[in-house]
């Protein structure tokens, strides 16, 4: 008997936070999806996932660059001693080689409204 109500109790409260999930985060939910189209070919959201052609970016934003263990980074992102932060990611996204000239990163993302959802999506994946 106890043990049933406890279990309601928890099943709505995830239910809950599932709604509140859906409604106030759309923007990261298209955000995932073009994640996976955008940077999922090079980029995982695990280490713990067979390593693409870049890191894994759970995390990502608030961490150190070029520090994701044993990524064989170019020098200049090895040398960084700045954090993600969004605007970061953002002029990132846009053309990596105007951060850093020697980056392996090939990638340029112009539609700065696909850039809002991946860093809205990003902020979802920070374990
Ligand atoms: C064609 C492959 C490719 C694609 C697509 C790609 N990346 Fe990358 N990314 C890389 C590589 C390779 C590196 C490592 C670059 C270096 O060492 O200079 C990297 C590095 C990064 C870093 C720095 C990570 C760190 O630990 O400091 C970020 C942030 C990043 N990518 C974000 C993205 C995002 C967001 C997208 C999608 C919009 C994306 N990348 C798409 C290949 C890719």
């Known amino acids: 008997m106890h043990t049933g109500l406890m279990q309601m ?5 995830l239910a809950a936070a ?7 985060d759309a923007t ?3 955000g995932e999806a073009l994640f996976k189209k955008q940077c999922g070919a090079c980029h995982t959201l695990s280490a713990d996932e067979p390593r693409r ?4 970016l759970n995390g990502i934003i608030g961490r150190t660059a070029g520090k994701a263990e044993g990524f064989p980074y170019s020098k200049g ?5 700045w954090a993600w932060d969004e605007a ?6 846009v053309d990596p080689k105007s951060v850093l000239a020697d980056t392996y990163m090939i990638y340029k993302q112009n539609d700065a ?6 860093i809205s ?3 979802t994946m920070q374990e």
Request: aromatic share 10%.
């Open 9 to 13: 109790t928890c099943n709505f409260g």
């Open 18 to 24: 599932l709604l509140w999930g859906l409604s106030a």
């Open 28 to 30: 990261a939910n298209e």
């Open 53 to 56: 052609q870049g890191p894994a």
């Open 77 to 81: 992102l090895k040398q960084a001693d």
């Open 88 to 93: 970061r990611l953002d002029t990132w996204m």
């Open 113 to 118: 409204d696909v850039r809002r959802r991946i």
């Open 121 to 123: 999506f990003l902020k």
